[in-house]
């Protein structure tokens, strides 16, 4: 019931009742932050002063919390449990696609957290079938980055198949350029450049620059995968779920 009246709220245009309304169901929003003609399906809201979110939004969350002077840009689609934080003068540009899958495709609790004067910049996509985390400034520059928190990995012969889960955290002033692909599990340390076009498949611990690497082999096998990681069986999932995360 309250996520439906705070999507009918939000799409109030004058900001001052569209707050006040917003409030009067338990949002907690200061009346120094705007909020535009954005659909908002959330079942808690956390706006502090000069925070914004502009024009033709579809959020669709568990969670969302923007410190103060932090901003959500215009065309962005936020869909599924998942609970969204932006830190001090941090934001999320344009017609960028953060989503999630639901349960039983999904389990727990998943976050999108930007820290300090961290932006994610235009046409980006980031999966968040587990959590992703960025840093103090920093910045997905550029368009056309994909981040992803899963993957799957298939058996030579038949029908097994495992989906393999992983979070994404990135440091401290760390540049992502345009068009580079995460995959699930990956952690950055602070200080580094990652040129365009590139593929970040394992750690980056040492600061500096990456670039993209060349295709190689990898001799390996499903039974092989299943032994590296950990499998999860405390929630109803409808397929095989490993995890690089020991939890």
């Given at each position: 019931?309250?996520?439906?009246?705070?999507?009918?709220?939000?799409?109030?245009?004058?900001?001052?009742?569209?707050?006040?309304?917003?409030?009067?169901?338990?949002?907690?929003?200061?009346?120094?932050?705007?909020?535009?003609?954005?659909?908002?399906?959330?079942?808690?809201?956390?706006?502090?002063?000069?925070?914004?979110?502009?024009?033709?939004?579809?959020?669709?969350?568990?969670?969302?919390?923007?410190?103060?002077?932090?901003?959500?840009?215009?065309?962005?689609?936020?869909?599924?449990?998942?609970?969204?934080?932006?830190?001090?003068?941090?934001?999320?540009?344009?017609?960028?696609?953060?989503?999630?899958?639901?349960?039983?495709?999904?389990?727990?609790?998943?976050?999108?957290?930007?820290?300090?004067?961290?932006?994610?910049?235009?046409?980006?996509?980031?999966?968040?079938?587990?959590?992703?985390?960025?840093?103090?400034?920093?910045?997905?520059?550029?368009?056309?980055?994909?981040?992803?928190?899963?993957?799957?990995?298939?058996?030579?012969?038949?029908?097994?198949?495992?989906?393999?889960?992983?979070?994404?955290?990135?440091?401290?002033?760390?540049?992502?350029?345009?068009?580079?692909?995460?995959?699930?599990?990956?952690?950055?340390?602070?200080?580094?450049?990652?040129?365009?076009?590139?593929?970040?498949?394992?750690?980056?611990?040492?600061p500096g620059m990456y670039v993209g690497q060349g295709l190689r082999y990898i001799e390996n096998d499903i039974e092989k995968i299943k032994n590296k990681l950990l499998k999860v069986d405390d929630f109803d999932l409808v397929e095989q779920v490993y995890t690089k995360e020991w939890e």
């Amino acid at each position: 019931m309250k996520s439906t009246l705070t999507a009918i709220f939000g799409l109030i245009p004058i900001n001052f009742f569209k707050i006040f309304l917003l409030k009067s169901i338990g949002h907690k929003i200061s009346y120094k932050s705007k909020i535009g003609f954005s659909f908002l399906m959330v079942n808690k809201i956390e706006l502090e002063s000069h925070a914004k979110i502009k024009h033709f939004n579809f959020i669709k969350i568990e969670t969302l919390v923007l410190k103060e002077g932090s901003f959500i840009g215009n065309f962005n689609i936020f869909k599924g449990p998942i609970n969204v934080v932006l830190e001090k003068k941090s934001g999320v540009s344009k017609q960028n696609k953060i989503r999630r899958a639901y349960s039983p495709i999904t389990r727990g609790l998943a976050t999108l957290t930007l820290g300090y004067n961290t932006i994610i910049v235009s046409n980006h996509f980031l999966d968040l079938t587990r959590s992703i985390y960025l840093g103090d400034n920093s910045i997905i520059a550029g368009i056309g980055t994909k981040m992803w928190t899963h993957g799957y990995y298939h058996a030579n012969i038949g029908a097994d198949r495992i989906r393999i889960d992983g979070e994404i955290k990135i440091g401290n002033n760390v540049y992502i350029g345009s068009s580079c692909i995460f995959n699930p599990g990956v952690n950055i340390t602070d200080a580094i450049h990652v040129g365009a076009g590139s593929v970040i498949s394992k750690n980056l611990e040492k600061p500096g620059m990456y670039v993209g690497q060349g295709l190689r082999y990898i001799e390996n096998d499903i039974e092989k995968i299943k032994n590296k990681l950990l499998k999860v069986d405390d929630f109803d999932l409808v397929e095989q779920v490993y995890t690089k995360e020991w939890e």
